[in-house]
T-cell receptor, first 115, second 113 residues
Framework: DTEVTQTPKHLVMGMTNKKSLKCEQH?????MYWYKQKAKKPPELMFV???????INESVPSRFSPECPNSSLLNLHLHALQPEDSALYLC??????????????FGPGTRLTVT | EDKVVQSPLSLVVHEGDTVTLNCSYE??????LLWYKQEKKAPTFLFML????IEKKSGRLSSILDKKELFSILNITATQTGDSAIYLC?????????????FGQGTILTVHP
């Protein structure tokens, strides 16, 4: 099973709302990733978690707050977003962040629209 | 800074044609290169290449890596309309990159019946 699941599939939120995106994998992977993808652009890395610890933050604005409560679950908390934050948010995982080489598996994504 | 360039950026062909997609890269601590296919949603994994000159094959798709010249190609033979998608390549830099993938711009492939 190489499945990464994400919920919700679609999300529409106002600029004053607080919402969360959820990502789950049950492959025993210890590295998990958040990517942001704008239309007609490739995915861009936002955050990397390795063994439930934040290892990389690609200078992401603080209105995006990641959380890794356990080895299977990754959340992205959203607050006071801007319309330009509208994008497809992709979660991915792989067995470990170091060593390898490893394949990286992506979830189906959450299509976020900020109004 | 890591650099990944794909060409062509877009390609329109007819069913049955053969296509070659290119990916050149410059990364430190190169470990592997991954190819993905993206349709409406998430990128789906195609190949991971680690060694030069060894072709990976899956049905009508094949890929090869040249670590000396820092490029990879993805070939699709006898294209079908279902091959229409964006094809992305991404080198895995290893080291302290924590598995971070830096994607190329992608090649948009359109296959007409």
């Amino acid at each position: 099973d190489t499945e990464v699941t994400q919920t919700p599939k679609h999300l529409v939120m106002g600029m004053t709302n607080k919402k969360s995106l959820k990502c789950e994998q049950h492959m025993g992977h210890r590295a998990m990733y958040w990517y942001k993808q704008k239309a007609k652009k490739p995915p861009e890395l936002m955050f990397v978690y390795s063994y439930e610890k934040l290892s990389i933050n690609e200078s992401v604005p603080s209105r995006f707050s990641p959380e890794c409560p356990n080895s299977s679950l990754l959340n992205l908390h959203l607050h006071a977003l801007q319309p330009e934050d509208s994008a497809l948010y992709l979660c991915a995982s792989r067995p470990q962040s170091s060593g390898g080489p490893y394949e990286q598996y992506f979830g189906p994504g959450t299509r976020l629209t900020v109004t | 800074e890591d650099k990944v360039v794909q060409s062509p950026l877009s390609l329109v062909v007819h069913e049955g044609d053969t296509v070659t997609l290119n990916c050149s890269y410059e990364v430190t601590n190169f470990r592997s290169l991954l190819w993905y296919k993206q349709e409406k949603k998430a990128p789906t994994f195609l190949f991971m290449l680690t060694s030069s000159g060894i072709e990976k094959k899956s049905g009508r798709l094949s890929s090869i890596l040249d670590k000396k010249e820092l490029f990879s190609i993805l070939n699709i033979t006898a294209t079908q309309t279902g091959d229409s998608a964006i094809y992305l390549c991404a080198p895995d830099a290893g080291g302290t990159s924590y598995g971070k993938l830096t994607f190329g711009q992608g090649t948009i492939l359109t296959v007409h019946p």
